[in-house]
């Protein structure tokens, strides 16, 4: 009887949506053809602000109404519509985690959290955390509690060095436990580690968590180094992390400290490799160190490892990290080690060419942009420096760190900093993606014209203005085949594309577009 009663209502809110529906067609520039759909008219300007698991369920608001609204592009419908003055915060499968921080109703500001079911959105739990990690797939929420203080717009913590576990879908305590994230370093790092289902977490601490039972192990890493005046004001730094826990929040770091003097982490073969200010480590799944090998600490900065069969390569960029800007910190160096037993085969100095900007670490070659150009380290065991400048590169503002696409006729090309491609971020708005092997660009994209992945073969490139903010001008979207190859493209103005079992799901202005393709 209560399944009947909640179909009911859900096709009741469907049927009320789909008043306002009707039918929509968009040119698809693949074969010049109309591809025929439903349109559901919202009526006045709509924000994407969150999705589920690549569009199964989209969160959005409506600022001039001040109304959410959460849509099911399985069942084409709305689940529900609701007032919501406060801010917003996650869509889950669990719910939606909503905050209420800017009710000044609620006695004393607090900054808490509550969940909203996703089939009707009614209230089920309130606690007063700020979150820092959200894992539906585990049904958790990690935080710290605090508030917010009225007055300046800061967060104030309290009991800032204790971690709450709730499950999300009731808020019940699942752990709390001392996880320090304000002394020193702050969060720099979660790992999901699936063989074993638990978290390798960076906070001031090197961590195993179990996400339903906490901590499991703990070990002491150094991933900063102080050195810097006190006074320096405080910031917070928020990152995501591409996994279903799509949420990651980077806590507050104190005054005084370079950060990020720390590696990325390279999880194979049920072992786990990372470096922080003083260490190279080779651990396994229990944190149980297997090899361990001393770096010149007082020289480490910012640093990149990669692992080729039987040799482990790390890069000291030279860089570290001050109020989310990059300094030069300590001295670049590359050094190699045997992956099974961490012997040291060398360690070698690099002198560049100018003032370092950023790294990246190749198949035995080794790039630094720096204010004369780009560096090229050829030969890590004999380093000898060649630059490229402007005549070969343009003028270039950084490397890049994301894996952008570009169209090439039906086909799109992978635009990425990977072994000997490094992608360079040009001044003049070209993208230029430079071959370390041949010493030369082989392929300039206008930035503009760079498409970033979704999932399941989509592809967007927004249209943006000069200073690189999104416009209402129609923008580019892409479907790809399983071989890669375009099947349908289509330039529109929308806000997010979602493509699942064959049902595209476009977010425009002020409306939803469906069709199958």
């Known amino acids: 009887m209560k399944k009947s009663i909640l179909t009911i209502l859900v096709l009741a809110i469907?049927?009320?949506?789909?008043?306002?529906?009707?039918?929509?067609?968009l040119k698809n520039l693949i074969g010049n053809s109309n591809v025929s759909g439903e349109y559901l008219d919202l009526n006045m300007n709509t924000m994407l602000v969150d999705q589920c698991h690549g569009g199964e369920m989209l969160l959005l608001y409506q600022q001039r109404n001040s109304e959410a609204m959460l849509y099911s592009s399985v069942e084409q419908g709305f689940r529900w519509k609701?007032?919501?003055?406060?801010?917003?915060?996650?869509?889950?499968?669990?719910?939606?985690?909503?905050?209420?921080?800017?009710?000044r109703a609620v006695k004393g500001n607090t900054g808490f959290f509550t969940t909203l079911d996703n089939l009707m959105g009614n209230h089920v739990w309130t606690r007063n955390i700020l979150p820092v990690y959200v894992d539906d797939s585990a049904n958790v929420v990690y935080g710290y509690r605090a508030k917010w203080n009225s007055f300046?717009?800061?967060?104030e913590f309290h009991q800032k060095n204790i971690l709450y576990a709730y499950r999300l879908t009731d808020g019940a305590e699942l752990w709390q436990d001392t996880i320090s994230h304000y002394t020193r370093w702050g969060w720099n790092n979660v790992m999901y580690l699936p063989e074993s289902g638990n978290y390798l977490v960076w906070a001031d601490?090197?961590?195993?968590?179990?996400?339903?039972?906490?901590?499991?192990?703990?070990?002491?890493?150094?991933?900063?180094?102080?050195?810097?005046?006190?006074?320096?004001?405080?910031?917070?730094?928020?990152?995501?992390?591409?996994?279903?826990?799509?949420?990651a929040f980077t806590p507050y770091v104190d005054r005084g400290y370079?950060?990020?003097?720390?590696?990325?982490?390279?999880?194979?073969?049920?072992?786990?490799?990372?470096?922080?200010?003083?260490?190279?480590?080779?651990?396994?799944?229990?944190?149980?160190?297997?090899?361990?090998?001393?770096?010149?600490?007082?020289k480490t900065s910012a640093m990149r490892i990669r692992i080729d069969g039987d040799r482990i390569t790390l890069l000291s960029t030279g860089l570290a990290y001050l109020e989310g800007c990059s300094y030069e910190v300590g001295?670049?160096?590359?050094?190699?080690?045997?992956?099974?037993?961490?012997?040291?085969?060398?360690?070698?100095?690099?002198?560049?060419?100018?003032?370092?900007?950023?790294?990246?670490?190749?198949?035995?070659?080794?790039?630094?942009?720096?204010?004369?150009?780009?560096?090229?380290?050829?030969?890590?065991?004999?380093?000898?420096?060649?630059?490229?400048?402007?005549?070969?590169?343009?003028?270039?503002?950084?490397?890049?760190?994301?894996?952008?696409?570009?169209?090439?006729?039906?086909?799109?090309?992978?635009?990425?900093?990977?072994?000997?491609h490094v992608l360079l971020i040009g001044k003049d708005g070209v993208v230029r993606l430079f071959d370390g092997d041949d010493d030369k660009v082989i392929k300039s994209v206008a930035e503009n014209e760079l498409y970033d992945k979704q999932s399941n073969g989509v592809?967007?490139?927004?249209?943006?203005?000069?200073?690189?903010?999104?416009t209402d001008d129609p923008s580019n979207l892409v479907i790809t085949g399983e071989d890669g190859s375009v099947t349908a493209h289509f330039n529109t103005q929308f806000n997010g594309a979602f493509y699942t079992d064959g049902l595209l799901t476009i977010v425009m202005k002020t409306g939803i577009f469906s069709t199958r393709l």
Request: net charge negative; proline share 2%.
């Open 459 to 470: 592809y967007t490139c927004m249209s943006r203005d000069k200073k690189g903010e999104i």
């Open 82 to 103: 609701k007032d919501n003055r406060g801010g917003i915060f996650q869509v889950t499968r669990m719910g939606l985690l909503n905050s209420n921080n800017t009710d």
């Open 14 to 25: 469907s049927v009320i949506a789909s008043a306002d529906n009707r039918g929509m067609s």
């Open 152 to 155: 300046n717009g800061d967060v």
């Open 258 to 298: 370079w950060t990020g003097i720390k590696s990325n982490v390279i999880f194979q073969d049920g072992k786990i490799y990372l470096a922080d200010g003083e260490d190279l480590y080779c651990m396994d799944e229990d944190l149980n160190v297997i090899w361990f090998s001393q770096l010149p600490k007082d």
């Open 205 to 247: 601490e090197l961590m195993l968590i179990d996400p339903q039972g906490g901590v499991l192990k703990r070990m002491t890493v150094n991933t900063g180094r102080y050195g810097v005046p006190v006074g320096v004001s405080k910031k917070d730094h928020s990152t995501n992390h591409g996994t279903d826990a799509d949420y």
């Open 331 to 420: 001295k670049p160096f590359v050094s190699q080690y045997d992956v099974t037993t961490g012997k040291q085969n060398f360690l070698r100095y690099i002198d560049t060419d100018g003032k370092i900007q950023n790294a990246h670490l190749g198949d035995g070659k080794a790039y630094y942009l720096t204010s004369n150009g780009l560096n090229v380290v050829t030969d890590f065991e004999n380093p000898a420096v060649k630059n490229y400048g402007k005549d070969v590169i343009g003028k270039v503002s950084e490397i890049g760190n994301n894996t952008k696409y570009a169209l090439d006729g039906q086909q799109m090309y992978t635009m990425a900093s990977k072994d000997n």
